[in-house]
T-cell receptor, first 112, second 117 residues
């Protein structure tokens, strides 16, 4: 059974810092890995999707990497802003399609 | 498109009552998912449908939970009878399977916060 772990559970940084969120998974047979953002009281929004054959994806200040063989992914946020404050969840789509297994998330607080 | 729509957004009920949560997926999507989110367990998949047919309900916690999808634009998740431990945020999500499944993602609704007293 796929298990996804995210470290740290919470992170507080001052505005402007670069930061890294970590995600690990136990079964490397995946279709893709996705990073989602969740704001309080809201649903999840997909930020980046990395296909199993890819190593990284970039969107603006966000960069996600994938090392499938070691079962790890990182989300790099450059020049953090208070508006980045949210919970970030990592999810893997297992090779049986459709099912996403989520980590418990990293709660990020960026202070002005 | 309005995105995935869920109702109600908040539900407070007493133990033993029946609770019905509703979801309207994005038009044209052929997969629909029900998730439950709690602090302790995170986000868990309860059940998912493909073309209105339940595919995997192994995540449904017990017989008190049931889900239906009578047509492509509507699904319900019912809890009967409800218990305090059912208190959680319930999310509905939908997706469209493409020929290149590796880029498929799920689109989430805003969730229903359920409190069972």
């Amino acid at each position: 059974k796929q298990e996804v772990t995210q470290i740290p559970a919470a992170l507080s940084v001052p505005e402007g810092e670069n930061l890294v969120l970590n995600c690990s998974f136990t079964d490397s047979a995946i279709y893709n890995l996705q990073w989602f953002r969740q704001d309080p009281g809201k649903g999840l929004t997909s930020l980046l999707l990395i296909q199993s054959s890819q190593r990284e994806q970039t969107s603006g200040r966000l960069n996600a990497s994938l090392d499938k063989s070691s079962g790890r992914s990182t989300l790099y946020i450059a020049a953090s802003q208070p508006g980045d404050s949210a919970t970030y969840l990592c999810a893997v789509m297992n090779s049986g399609y459709s099912t996403l297994t989520f980590g418990k998330g990293t709660m990020l607080l960026v202070s002005p | 498109d309005a995105g995935v729509i869920q109702s109600p957004r908040h539900e407070v009920t007493e133990m033993g009552q029946e609770v019905t949560l509703r979801c309207k997926p994005i038009s044209g999507h052929d997969y629909l998912f029900w998730y439950r989110q709690t602090m302790m367990r995170g986000l868990e998949l309860l059940i998912y449908f493909n073309n209105n047919v339940p595919i995997d309900d192994s995540g449904m916690p017990e017989d008190r939970f049931s889900a239906k999808m009578p047509n492509a634009s509507f699904s319900t998740l019912k809890i009967q009878p409800s218990e305090p431990r059912d208190s959680a945020v319930y999310f509905c999500a939908s997706s469209l399977r493409t020929w290149d499944s590796f880029t498929d993602t799920q689109y989430f609704g805003p969730g229903t916060r359920l409190t069972v007293l």
